[in-house]
């Protein structure tokens, strides 16, 4: 049983490209969360989203950053015209009924 | 004040010795994880925990929640269990229940 998969592992962008992060969940899980970590800094919720839906973005900054999570296939966080102060570690988690969350590897963005 | 406090914020151990890192929070919670972040980045999740005990290895975890703070022990540390240990919290009150809030973690360094 394969654990959170996250893709890429690590992403280059230049200002003003957009990133787009992966996640697949553990399988049987419906529930995915985004979490960012600044350099030297805690962790950070994002986003909470079950299939097709969002259900909290209270942690989204407003414009430029957005996540879906579709019927079919991985969540996607996507983040356009990239600036330096997004560069950081992008963790997805997953959970089940049971609410504990299991945490992918992360996706770490350096924005040049 | 933020509302998940860790201490120490670093600490270095010998090999062998008994470990304790507390966590305390200031808001009601339905539930509080302890998570462990490796050098390469990667989290995984060691307890989800409500109330009383859980034991894991030599890992073992405690919560008082009338005095809403939380313990996390590792008994004959090795150099392995170097790591940042978070705490997090998920909120009782009412809103997204994947809301986590993160305490800063602390560093752990284990000597040979």
């Known amino acids: 049983n394969a654990g959170v998969m996250q893709n890429p592992r690590h992403l280059v962008r230049r200002r003003g490209q957009e990133a787009r992060l992966r996640c697949s969940p553990m399988?049987?899980?419906?529930?995915v969360y985004w979490y960012r970590q600044l350099p030297e800094e805690g962790l950070k919720f994002m986003v909470y989203?079950?299939?097709?839906?969002?259900?909290?973005e209270s942690g989204m900054p407003k414009e430029r950053f957005s996540a879906e999570f579709p019927k079919e296939g991985p969540s996607i966080l996507r983040i356009q015209q990239v600036v330096r102060g997004d560069s950081a570690a992008y963790f997805c988690?997953?959970?089940?009924?049971?609410?504990?969350?299991?945490f992918g590897p992360g996706t770490r963005l350096t924005v040049l | 004040k933020n509302e998940v406090e860790q201490s120490p914020q670093n600490l270095t151990a010998q090999e062998g010795e008994f470990i304790t890192i507390n966590c305390s929070y200031s808001?009601?919670?339905?539930?509080l994880h302890w998570l462990q972040q490796h050098p390469g980045g990667g989290i995984v999740s060691l307890f989800m925990?409500?109330?009383g005990k859980k034991k894991h290895g030599r890992l073992i975890a405690t919560i008082n929640i009338q005095e809403k703070h939380s313990s996390l022990h590792i008994t004959a540390s090795h150099p392995r269990d170097s790591a940042v240990y978070i705490c997090?919290?998920?909120?009782?009150?009412?809103?997204?229940?994947?809301?986590?809030?993160f305490g800063k973690g602390t560093k752990l360094s284990v000597k040979p």
């Open positions: 988690a997953s959970s089940g009924l049971a609410d504990e969350q299991f």
């Open positions: 399988k049987g899980h419906s529930h």
């Open positions: 989203l079950q299939k097709e839906n969002i259900i909290d």
């Open positions: 808001v009601g919670i339905s539930a």
């Open positions: 925990l409500s109330s």
């Open positions: 997090a919290v998920r909120s009782e009150d009412g809103g997204s229940q994947g809301n986590l809030i």
